[in-house]
T-cell receptor
Framework: AQTVTQSQPEMSVQEAETVTLSCTYD???????LFWYKQPPSRQMILVIR??????QNATENRFSVNFQKAAKSFSLKISDSQLGDTAMYFC?????????????FGQGTELSVKP | DTEVTQTPKHLVMGMTNKKSLKCEQH?????MYWYKQKAKKPPELMFV???????INESVPSRFSPECPNSSLLNLHLHALQPEDSALYLC????????????FGPGTRLTVL
């Protein structure tokens, strides 16, 4: 079975500091994608970053970067220079080539609070 | 443009009502999804349409009835819902076949009285 685990239900960080959110996954697939989605209080699910498993280079998007460790099945998200607008629930998610219909497997989420 | 729109934003309905949720995308995506999400929980997949055909039904009760009139539109027809069906309903779309990025709409917040 494919699973995604986020071990930190809640985290907080001071504005302008750096925070890392953890995610591990389990799969026997080789061809898959990993994602971090952000869901602020407005509840719109917003794509933060995506990583293709075949790429060795870690994905980055402005202040957001990932540490993708394929052998360890780890996919953490680093947020640099945290801003108040980063306050949100963050979901790690996985989908594989042979997941019927492209089904996304989500972790339970990490609720991040950025404090002024 | 990575926009998925959903209407209405909020919906309150009684258990005997019939209502519909609508979702639209103009990104040329050929896969569309319905999710149900309770507060502080991850979304739960309900249905997947691929090339306008239903490809996944995650054992959803028949009081939820999906419809895909064309490649840009996805509806969710609601009838005889229960209070426990109150949730945020999210629509998403992606290229087909998988794997690919799913882009989500803003959701419809449904309350069943």
């Amino acid at each position: 079975a494919q699973t995604v685990t986020q071990s930190q239900p809640e985290m907080s960080v001071q504005e302008a500091e750096t925070v890392t959110l953890s995610c591990t996954y389990d799969t026997s697939e080789n061809n898959y994608y990993l994602f971090w989605y952000k869901q602020p209080p407005s509840r719109q699910m917003i794509l933060v970053i995506r990583q293709e498993a075949y790429k060795q280079q870690n994905a980055t998007e402005n202040r957001f970067s990932v540490n993708f460790q394929k052998a360890a099945k780890s996919f953490s998200l680093k947020i640099s220079d945290s801003q108040l607008g980063d306050t949100a629930m963050y979901f790690c998610a996985f989908t594989a080539l042979y997941n019927q219909g492209g089904k996304l497997i989500f972790g339970q989420g990490t609720e991040l609070s950025v404090k002024p | 443009d990575t926009e998925v729109t959903q209407t209405p934003k909020h919906l309150v309905m009684g258990m005997t009502n019939k209502k519909s949720l609508k979702c639209e995308q103009h990104m040329g995506h050929r896969a569309m999804y319905w999710y149900k999400q309770k507060a502080k929980k991850p979304p739960e997949l309900m249905f997947v349409y691929s090339y306008e055909k239903l490809s996944i039904n995650e054992s959803v009760p028949s009081r939820f009835s999906p419809e895909c009139p064309n490649s840009s539109l996805l509806n969710l027809h609601l009838h005889a819902l229960q209070p426990e069906d109150s949730a945020l309903y999210l629509c998403a779309s992606s290229q087909a076949p998988p794997p690919d990025t799913q882009y989500f709409g803003p959701g419809t917040r449904l309350t069943v009285l």
